[in-house]
């Protein structure tokens, strides 16, 4: 098992440009999210998913979508990067959307907006 | 909101010895309380997970506890190893939410 991959490892953007961070999980894991950490700030949900086809907005998701057309896959959009969008963006996975589950995180990816 | 607090944020400790890492929240209605392990510029490793109905769990050196009614969890690390130096972080989750809230870590150093 891989567990949970991101991909790029690191990426710098310019304003206004637009990219798709890559998700994905070999677990069967029926939830899926997308958190962003930053500095002197717990981590934060953007956005989740609880099967494929099926996303919901989480605590920070301006400037963010996300599609979920299969089990496995998870991408993240930044729609047209700004600098407050520079962070390490973390994405997580577990075996239900029910609270009883362990979730597993994935290495991150390193975004600079300048 | 869930509000998550530890502290301290940095703790230095000479090889050997045993930790404890606090952790506290404001909502006691949660459904679970995780410990996880950041090591600089890598993702995050559960430790340990607690069911709000369970007061601890253990894994080898590591026991973490949990006490809903005062709103606290702790991470006991037993003899203390340089291998042990990483940011350590724990999160809850609220009955009913999507997410977990984080607290902002703990970095332990342990010297050798």
């Known amino acids: 098992n891989a567990g949970v991959t991101q991909t790029p490892k690191f990426q710098v953007l310019k304003t206004g440009q637009s990219m798709t961070l890559q998700c994905a999980q070999d677990m069967n894991h029926e939830y899926m999210s997308w958190y962003r950490q930053d500095p002197g700030m717990g981590l934060r949900l953007i956005h989740y998913?609880?099967?494929?086809?099926?996303?919901d907005q989480g605590e920070v998701p301006n400037g963010y979508n996300v599609s979920r057309s299969t089990t496995e896959d998870f991408p993240l959009r930044l729609l047209s990067a700004a600098p407050s969008q520079t962070s390490v963006y973390f994405c997580a996975s577990s075996y239900s959307r029910w609270d009883s589950y362990e979730q597993y995180f994935g290495p991150g990816t390193r975004l600079t907006v300048t | 909101k869930q509000e998550v607090t530890q502290i301290p944020a940095a703790l230095s400790v000479p090889e050997g010895e045993n930790l404890v890492l606090n952790c506290s929240f404001t909502?006691?209605?949660?459904?679970?309380l995780q410990w996880f392990r950041q090591d600089p510029g890598k993702g995050l490793t559960s430790l340990l997970l607690?069911?709000?109905?369970?007061r601890e769990q253990t894994s080898g050196r590591l026991n973490a506890s949990l006490d809903k009614s005062s709103g606290r969890s702790t991470l006991y690390i037993a003899a203390s190893q340089p291998g042990d130096s990483a940011t350590y972080l724990c999160a809850a989750r609220v009955t009913g939410a999507n997410n977990l809230f984080f607290g902002t870590g703990t970095r332990l150093t342990v010297i050798p």
């Open positions: 607690i069911q709000s109905s369970q």
């Open positions: 998913s609880v099967g494929a086809g099926i996303t």
């Open positions: 909502d006691s209605a949660i459904y679970n």
